[in-house]
């Protein structure tokens, strides 16, 4: 019963912007742990995240190609967070009734994610075949 009547206190209070900025550095925080608890696909692309910092380091590709991987992948969750975010707060509207207008939401949010997954890859290729055409 107690953890209940602090989150209906928390809920009072979201509305309000923390002036203390550890503590809205604690929020932030709290919104990565949970996109990385909760969504599939933010741990999907952390794995290929941590995968292609381990090819670039046996390619020994430059500081300046991992300063363009790191903003790549940055991107990508980026927007896999905001997605998320999307997501709820139609949830949060729509409940569990079906709307057009909440699919269109839910549908370009993903999109966003999967124009930037592409144009990741798109970067890993420019970034990676010169290196592995040299191996052959």
């Given at each position: 019963?107690?953890?209940?009547i602090?989150?209906?206190?928390?809920?009072k209070?979201s509305?309000?912007?923390?002036?203390?900025?550890?503590?809205?550095?604690k929020?932030?925080?709290?919104?990565?742990?949970?996109?990385?608890?909760?969504?599939r696909?933010?741990?999907?692309?952390?794995?290929?995240a941590?995968?292609?910092?381990?090819?670039?380091?046996?390619?020994?590709?430059?500081?300046?190609?991992?300063?363009?991987?790191?903003?790549?992948?940055?991107s990508?969750?980026?927007?896999?967070?905001?997605?998320?975010?999307?997501?709820?707060?139609?949830?949060l509207v729509?409940?569990?009734?079906?709307?057009?207008?909440a699919?269109i939401?839910?549908?370009?949010?993903?999109?966003?994610?999967?124009?930037?997954?592409?144009?990741?890859?798109i970067?890993?290729?420019?970034?990676?075949?010169?290196?592995?055409?040299?191996?052959?």
């Open positions: 019963m107690q953890k209940n602090n989150s209906i206190e928390n809920r209070e509305y309000k912007t923390s002036r203390n900025v550890l503590i809205s550095f929020y932030a925080f709290n919104g990565i742990s949970y996109v990385l608890n909760t969504s696909n933010f741990k999907i692309q952390l794995i290929f941590v995968t292609i910092f381990m090819i670039g380091f046996l390619l020994q590709i430059s500081l300046s190609n991992y300063v363009i991987l790191i903003a790549t992948i940055m990508v969750l980026i927007l896999e967070i905001l997605n998320t975010s999307i997501e709820s707060i139609v949830d729509v409940k569990k009734e079906f709307s057009s207008l699919k939401s839910k549908d370009t949010s993903a999109g966003a994610v999967l124009l930037a997954s592409i144009n990741s890859v970067i890993a290729v420019y970034i990676f075949v010169p290196k592995i055409k040299l191996l052959f």
